[in-house]
Each structure stands twice: as structure tokens, then as C-alpha cells.
């Protein structure tokens, strides 16, 4: 069973003695929502008592909406309140009302702690009654009238407990009509009536309702609820007291459309806010008749002041200005206020704490009182520090142009394709093409092409065509006809200049030189060139000459001193024989080295790759030069060949020809220079690349010297080197050889420990294929082999008999080519032997007739021609293969047998 607090009192209240007992304490205070302006938003509370009006404008003047004491009352307390900087500002005024005197205090707050009214305030209007006796008040008609009338709902109700004497339900006892249509339900339908009956959803909602009245009806705890929001989405203004012990009574005011208003501005202060942040803008209030002023939070940011509950005042303000703008900005606010003239200005400002000027731009405009006064400033800053700067940078770099163009040593100008003429042109263009810029632009695109020379007037129509369609530095070079009348080499280089919104070019900038001395020059240089170039062709031509013309004598010198040592077998003959041999190698190898350093320096050298196998070229380059360092008398040195494992199986694909050649240069050094110790060659893999090595404990080389030994003609002179003979070309065709292949060599050598030479190539492998050797003796052949040999020296004739007269072979000479080509046909030849030159019809010629007769014939080239080119020559003109001159005797007989052999074994 519940208890009934009220049981205790032996006097039952009254809503009418409740209500006054209220106007007593309370006397129906009055709330105003009050902008920065003095214009009433908002009023909550009983009006009616002092007769305030009723808003019917938006937002209506003070003046009209209170009596002129109680507004007059409200705008001291705002000045007060603006100039004490408190929260809180109460004043206390007696107004005469209907009869009655009432004292209303008015207290005045901001609504977000800014006593300058940044946003709003809230006046708070509390009066009461001076000195009534309950008889008046409980007799006056007007506390009925306002308790029926009232815009405010009035409820009263009696508190129920539980047994435990918590309370769980209220009773209502009565309420007023304001109170059905601020909640949908009539008066008749709740007295007498439970909360938890007549509001369930509200009872059992998650705002404690029967708790906080219930301390209030039970302890006198007075509640004042502002914007509380009930289950069903409504805002409430609620004042809650105590009337008797187990009552409570409330007066209560539905705010909800003050609530979203304030919310809806609230938003829209806070996207000001983010829009002034993105924007860097701020804005600021300047009230001369209160002497207030306010800043947005963004203005505080601005300018580097903490957002505090006010500005700092004008002197701190001021001081951060820099003393160059100081008095102009004071200039402009005091005008501004003395005669209402609005203003702009930028000045530079020093942010505190800081030494970085800053640039702000300010804009302030005047509003004025009733009288047309200026009544004070509104106004925007703005850190335009960015602009300043980005303008300053464009000055600087306009001003930077401007002389880089004035001062350039070429002409430089603009056309525009829109206008079709010039529009710009420095000093220096009258000085290259004898129109000044004025000139230029004076004269129509007609009158401009016809300064350009005949000649040339396509071209440079077609280069500006295609500056029009966009295309990036371009250049050109043109004839001019100078002003003065004679011609000028120009050269310029174009670029589009200014497009249109489309991208479209609208005019492009260029500059332009006088080559005129650059093209005399060039004449003369291809003259030159052409001389130089006739030049070398005779010099290659001489080469080839004098090597075809010593090579044809050191063949029959070499060749019969190889037949002599064949022949001969007493030891002091064998000994002259193989002087000669020896010297006739001497000079063979210079002229060698001689006409290949005229094709590296030509750039004529070419490279002809194939297969190489490793194994096999080391093999023979460690049994010849065993014989050549007998032939140097340097036995006693050791020669050593380092292969790596599987030496055997790698074959790469090089030039072996240039490849034996430069190890064969890099041995004959060590030999030349060691007279003791050990001579090692070989190669390592390394990745990607092969590093071929040769190295000897000889004399070695000075430091200073390793630079220079891969220069031409360049020999390091020793005293302890015997046999130091050479050109000093070695070493330079090395490094010519390994650039043509990609690759590099290097040298480390210490005086007296020896040198070490690398030479480091691309390594590309070639797969190897196992081929059925086939070997064959001389005495080995089914039949007599018939050749035919075209030679035109009696002398190289008679010593290919020699060589070849102690072989199985049949052999026919001719002494022209017309005679090669009437032999070929009347007979059946294994192989033709063909010199190249020869009278009447050479090698190729006669080679070409052969073929012709019999596509499957066999010719090999004898030449003593060894330029560039010979040897692709020869295998383009058909031949299978070449051997030149001076011929040695065994490399012959193994070429033939190449050919003659394999062709024998095949049928």
C-alpha cells in the first residue's frame, strides 16, 4: 500500500493558494532572449504581469516590447555588465503597474560566456510584489485572471510513496489552461488523476520525472530546467519549487523552437567559423558610443592573441603594428569615426612573441545611429602575408625579366598569332636583324614574313605552324634581309608564350642570333672536312699500297726462308735463315700494327664475331709463344697456363681474331720484359663478364708510367730489359681493340715484382656442338687434289710451288685472272687459290665469272691488302675464305685441306 505525504499537513493547499503563495517568492519572473543589437528574440515567462507585449515582428526593439524604465534599466546593466567584465550583472528597478508597485530585478548574462555580447543575452526580469498582505494578493483579481490566462503552464501535484517511503506516482491537484495546450491533455481529464495514468510513456521514460519532484515535494529542492527534453522530441523551460511538504508545483514554457533556432544558428556560427578558418578570414566590431569592441575567434587567430572572454585593448593591439603603418591605420579609425568614411588598408604586423612580419589586410565599414552619427565599425582582416609575398615574387620576377631581355646578347621578341604581328622585341633585335621591336610591330604578318629570305619563307611559315599546334622549343635556322639590305644568318629558338582557355596558343616568345660568322665558319669547315676527308682516303689508299707492295716481297722472303729451314741442315745456315725469318716477322708486325692503328683512328677497325672456344685458342697461344720465347733465348722464364674448371666447355662469341690479338700483345710484353720468373695467362668468369689476364714477375712499370703505356708510341726504357725492341703501338691497339668490344683493360705493376694486365669483356656464351673430328694425313687423300693458283708475281709463284711440291696435290698456274676463268672451265678443280691484284681482270672479277660457270666452286682469296674491309670484302664477293700475305707455309697447307679434304670425304 502506498502512502500519502500529504496526510501529515492537517491543511490541504490550494492551486490558487500555491500559485499566489508563488507570485509571493517568485512573481512570475521573465526571461528575454536579447541579440548584440538590443532586438528581442525570444520571451519566456509571465508577461502579462508586467505588461510586456507581444512580439509581432521578428525581432522587435526593446522598446517596444517593455515600459521605457525597465528597458532604460536593462541597457545600463548591459553597459555595466560590458564594462566589468563579470558574468553576471543584476540591477534592481520599482515599476508601477496597474496600481501596483513591483521591484524587478533585472539580471543580464551571455549566453557563451562573452561579456561583450558576441552572441546574445539572457535578461532575466524577477519582480515582486512591494510589501502586499495575503489579502491583497488573495483577493486581487488579477492573480486569478493571470493563473487562468497565463501563456505559462502551472501544474500542481501531491507526491506518492512506496511503503519504503520512496516515491514511485504523483496525484495532480490542478493545473491551469496553458498547461492543456503546451501538452495536449484538458485539466479535467488529470485532476485527481497518476502520472503513471495519465502520461505512461513519459513515466516509464528515461528522464527520472517522479525522482526530481519527488526531492522537491519532499526535501523543497527547487529545480530550474532549461531546454529539458521530454520523450516526445519538445523542449521545456521548467521552474519546479516546493508549495507545501509532499507537493510540488511547477511553472513550465515549451522552447523548442528557441532550442532549434539556437541550433540552427550555432551551426551556422560554427560553418562561419570553418569558412573563415579555410579562408584565413576573421571579422571584428567596433562600437564608438560604448567603446566596445569585438573580435571572431578566427580574428584572435589572425592576429595572435589568445581567444579570451575580450579583445586586448587598442594601445596592446596598436603596438603590434609595425612603426612603418602605425599612424596610417590610427589615421584611418579616427577618420572613420569622426566622419564616417570607411577604409581599407594593408599594413605589416608583428605577431607577439614572434619577429615574423605579417601582412593584414583590413576592411571596416561605418553604421550609423538614429541621427546619423557613426555609431561605430564593422570589418574583416585578412592575412594576406601569401599574396603580399607572391606579389613582390612577380615584381621581382617581372623586373628580373625585364633586364634578363634587356640585357641579353640575342634578340628576343613575341608574336601574337591573334593580332598577327609583334609585340615585343628587346634592344638587341635592332642590332641583330636592323628592325627594332617598334619596327616589328608596326608592320602586319605580311610585312614580317617579307623580311625573311625567299628561300626560307616556307620553312619558317611550317616552324611557326607548329609552335601554333603547340610543340615546345623548336628551332630554326633562317636568312634575314637586314634593314640595310645585306643578308644574316639567324638562328632562334621558339616556344609558345600565351595560351587562351582552351589551351589554344595565342602567341609565342623567341629569341634570335646572329650566326652569319658561325655559318662562314661551317663553310669553311666542310671545305676541310671534305679536304681532310679526301685526304684520308688517299692516306688509306697509300696504306694499302705500301702494304701490298712490302707484304708481296716479305712473302717470298718469308716463304723461302721457310722452305730453306726446311731444307737446310747445317746449323750456322739454319741460324742465318732464321735471322731472317725473324727480321722479316719484325717488320711484317710493324706494318701490322701501323695499319691498324690508322683504322682505329679512322674509326675503320671492324669486328667480326664468332663462336670461340677458350680451350683451344689458350692451347695454342701457350705452345706458340713456348717457341717464341725459345726463338728470345728466354728459356729459363716459365710460361704457365691458368684455366678455370670446365675450361673445356666454354665457347663465347668474340672476335677470336682481335682476341688472340690482344693476348698475343700483352705475352710479347711479358716475355720482352722478364728475364726471370713466371709468365701466367688465362681468364675468370665474373658474372656477366669474362676477365682475361696476363702476368709476370718482370721489371715492371713506375707509377708514373702507367698512365702512358696505352699511348701511341710510348716504350718504357729500362737498362735491365735486353731485347727491348717495338714501336710502342702494342699496348695503344689493345685499348682501341677493347673499346670496339665493349669491355676495358687495366694494368697494376710494381718496379722489379712485375705486371698484371686485365682485360675485362662482355661474356656472351655460345652452346657448344660435338662434332665428329676428323683428321687426315697428307698421304691420306684417295687421289692426287687438282688446284688452280692465280698469281701474278713470278716470285710468289714459284714459292707457292715450293710450299705446295712436296703435297698430294695437282697443281695449274695462271698469271692473270681472264687466264684463271678459261682454265677453271676447260678442267675439274678442288680449290681455286685467287691473288686479288692483278692486270687486266683482278681477283674479284675473275672470282665473279667463276661462280657464275659454276656456283659450287671453291675459292680462296690471296691478298697482301690489309685495310679495313678485306675480309668482308672477300667473303662478299663469293670467296669461302682468305689467307693473306706474307703466307706461311703450314697455315697454308692447313686452309687447303679445309676445303679439299672435307669435299673428298663427302663424295
Known amino acids: 500500500m502506498h502512502n500519502d505525504p500529504t496526510d501529515r499537513s492537517p491543511q490541504q493547499s490550494t ?75 543584476c540591477n534592481t528597478v520599482a515599476i508601477s503597474i496597474d496600481g501596483n508597485t513591483y521591484n524587478v530585478d533585472v539580471c543580464i548574462r551571455s549566453t557563451d560566456g562573452h561579456p561583450k555580447l558576441r552572441d546574445m543575452m539572457l535578461v532575466h526580469i524577477v519582480p515582486t510584489i512591494a510589501n502586499p498582505t495575503n489579502d491583497e494578493v488573495g483577493s486581487n483579481d488579477a492573480y486569478e485572471n493571470l493563473f487562468v490566462h497565463m501563456k505559462e503552464g502551472f501544474v500542481h501535484g501531491r507526491i506518492v510513496l512506496d511503503e519504503q517511503g520512496k516515491p514511485v506516482d504523483w496525484v495532480y491537484l490542478d493545473a491551469n489552461i496553458a498547461f492543456e495546450t503546451l501538452t495536449g491533455v484538458e485539466v479535467k481529464d488529470v485532476i485527481g488523476r497518476r502520472f503513471s495514468e495519465v502520461f505512461p510513456d513519459v513515466y516509464n521514460g528515461a528522464v527520472d520525472w517522479v525522482g526530481m519532484y519527488g526531492e522537491t515535494a519532499l526535501h523543497g529542492k527547487e529545480y530550474v530546467f532549461d531546454g529539458q527534453a521530454t520523450e516526445d522530441g519538445h523542449f521545456y523551460s521548467i521552474h519546479a519549487f516546493q508549495p507545501a511538504y509532499g507537493e510540488w508545483a511547477a511553472v513550465f514554457l515549451e522552447v523548442s523552437d528557441l532550442v532549434k533556432s539556437k541550433r540552427t544558428l550555432e551551426i551556422s556560427q560554427q560553418r562561419l567559423k570553418e569558412a573563415q578558418a579555410i579562408a584565413n578570414f576573421g571579422n571584428f566590431e567596433h562600437d564608438f558610443s560604448m567603446d566596445t569592441v569585438w573580435w571572431s575567434d578566427q580574428t584572435f587567430k589572425i592576429l595572435g592573441f589568445p581567444i579570451a572572454d575580450m579583445p586586448p585593448n587598442f594601445e596592446l593591439f596598436i603596438a603590434q603594428v609595425d612603426p612603418s603603418d602605425r599612424d596610417e591605420l590610427i589615421h584611418h579609425v579616427q577618420v572613420a569615426q569622426e566622419e564616417g568614411k570607411p577604409y581599407e588598408f594593408v599594413y605589416k604586423y608583428c605577431l607577439p612573441g614572434s619577429e615574423t612580419l605579417r601582412h593584414i589586410k583590413v576592411t571596416a565599414d561605418v553604421y550609423f545611429n538614429d541621427e546619423q552619427q557613426p555609431q561605430g565599425l564593422k570589418g574583416t582582416v585578412q592575412d594576406v602575408t601569401h599574396q603580399v609575398h607572391t606579389e613582390q615574387s612577380l615584381q621581382r620576377e617581372k623586373l628580373f625579366s625585364d633586364k634578363i631581355a634587356s640585357s641579353m646578347p640575342c634578340g628576343v621578341y613575341v608574336f601574337n598569332f591573334r593580332q598577327g604581328r609583334n609585340t615585343f622585341g628587346n634592344a638587341m633585335l635592332k642590332e641583330v636583324i636592323g628592325y627594332s621591336g617598334e619596327d616589328l610591330s608596326a608592320m602586319s604578318a605580311e610585312e614580317v614574313m617579307g623580311i625573311f629570305h625567299p628561300e626560307d619563307v616556307a620553312d619558317v611559315a611550317a616552324h611557326m605552324g607548329r609552335i601554333a599546334e603547340g610543340e615546345e622549343t623548336l628551332r630554326i635556322e633562317y636568312r634575314i634581309i637586314h634593314k640595310a639590305g645585306h643578308v644574316v644568318w639567324c638562328y632562334s629558338l621558339d616556344t609558345p608564350f600565351e595560351r587562351d582557355e582552351n589551351g589554344d596558343v595565342v602567341s609565342y616568345i623567341g629569341t634570335i642570333f646572329d650566326i652569319s660568322e658561325n655559318k662562314r665558319i661551317e663553310q669553311e669547315l666542310a671545305e676541310a672536312k671534305e679536304r681532310a676527308e679526301i685526304s684520308n682516303r688517299l692516306k688509306n689508299q697509300f696504306l694499302a699500297n705500301m702494304s701490298h707492295e712490302i707484304r708481296t716481297p716479305l712473302n717470298g722472303i718469308l716463304g723461302f726462308s721457310q722452305v730453306l729451314e726446311d731444307s737446310l741442315q747445317d746449323a750456322e745456315d739454319l741460324q742465318y735463315v732464321q735471322l731472317i725469318k725473324n727480321s722479316s716477322l719484325h717488320l711484317l708486325l710493324l706494318i701490322s700494327d701501323i695499319i691498324d692503328v690508322s683504322k682505329i683512328e679512322a674509326g675503320e677497325l671492324k669486328l667480326s664475331y664468332a663462336s670461340c672456344e677458350l680451350h683451344s685458342l689458350m692451347t695454342e697461344l701457350e705452345v706458340s709463344f713456348r717457341e717464341i720465347r725459345k726463338l728470345k733465348g728466354k728459356e729459363h722464364v716459365q710460361l704457365k697456363c691458368r684455366l678455370p674448371e670446365k675450361a673445356t666447355e666454354l665457347s663465347i662469341r668474340t672476335d677470336p681474331v682481335r682476341l688472340r690479338q690482344l693476348l698475343s700483345n700483352l705475352l710479347m710484353n711479358s716475355i720482352k720484359f722478364s728475364d726471370s720468373g713466371t709468365i701466367e695467362f688465362g681468364y675468370q668468369v665474373q658474372g656477366q663478364e669474362i676477365a682475361f689476364f696476363v702476368r709476370d714477375e718482370g721489371v715492371g712499370i713506375p707509377d708514373e708510367k702507367l698512365e702512358l703505356i696505352f699511348e701511341r708510341f710510348e716504350q718504357i726504357d729500362n737498362a735491365e730489359v735486353t731485347g727491348n725492341d717495338g714501336t710502342g703501338l702494342g699496348l695503344s691497339i689493345c685499348k682501341g681493340i677493347v673499346n670496339l668490344m665493349n669491355g676495358r683493360i687495366t694494368v697494376e705493376s710494381k718496379p722489379k715484382q712485375g705486371t698484371t694486365f686485365t682485360i675485362v669483356l662482355p661474356l656472351e656464351v655460345v652452346a ?91 675459292l680462296m682469296a690471296q691478298t697482301a691488302f690489309a685495310m679495313s674491309g678485306d675480309e668482308e670484302s672477300v667473303l662478299n664477293h663469293g670467296f669461302v675464305d682468305y689467307i693473306s700475305k706474307p703466307i706461311f707455309k703450314k697455315a697454308l697447307i692447313e686452309k687447303i685441306n679445309r676445303y679439299v679434304r672435307s669435299e673428298r670425304i663427302a663424295e
Not at 39 to 52: A, D, K, N, P
Not at 64 to 78: C, D, F, G
Not at 784 to 803: G, P, S
Not at 834 to 853: C, F, T, V
Request: aromatic share 6%; charged share 20%.
Open 15 to 89: 492551486a490558487r493558494s500555491v500559485f499566489t503563495t508563488y507570485l509571493q517568492q517568485q512573481v512570475s519572473p521573465v526571461v528575454l532572449f536579447i541579440d548584440k543589437e538590443g532586438h528581442v528574440l525570444h520571451i519566456q515567462g509571465s508577461s502579462r504581469l508586467l505588461h510586456i507585449q507581444e512580439v509581432e515582428s521578428t525581432t522587435p526593439a526593446l522598446d517596444t516590447v517593455v515600459s521605457s524604465p525597465l528597458a532604460n534599466t536593462i541597457r545600463s546593466t548591459a553597459t555595466e555588465l560590458q564594462q566589468t567584465q563579470v558574468e553576471v550583472c
Open 768 to 858: 657448344t656442338e660435338v662434332v665428329a673430328e676428323q683428321q687426315h694425313k697428307s698421304g691420306e687423300s684417295k687421289g692426287m687434289y687438282r688446284i688452280l693458283v692465280a698469281e701474278d708475281n713470278e716470285t710468289n709463284a714459284f714459292l707457292l710451288k715450293a710450299m705446295l711440291k712436296d703435297q698430294n696435290y695437282d697443281i695449274v698456274y695462271v698469271s692473270t685472272g681472264i687466264d684463271a676463268v678459261e682454265e677453271y672451265r676447260n678442267g675439274n678443280f678442288d680449290l681455286v687459290l685467287m691473288d686479288i691484284r692483278m692486270p687486266g681482270m683482278n681477283g674479284y672479277e675473275a672470282a665473279e665469272a667463276i661462280l657464275k660457270h659454276d656456283p659450287q666452286a671453291k
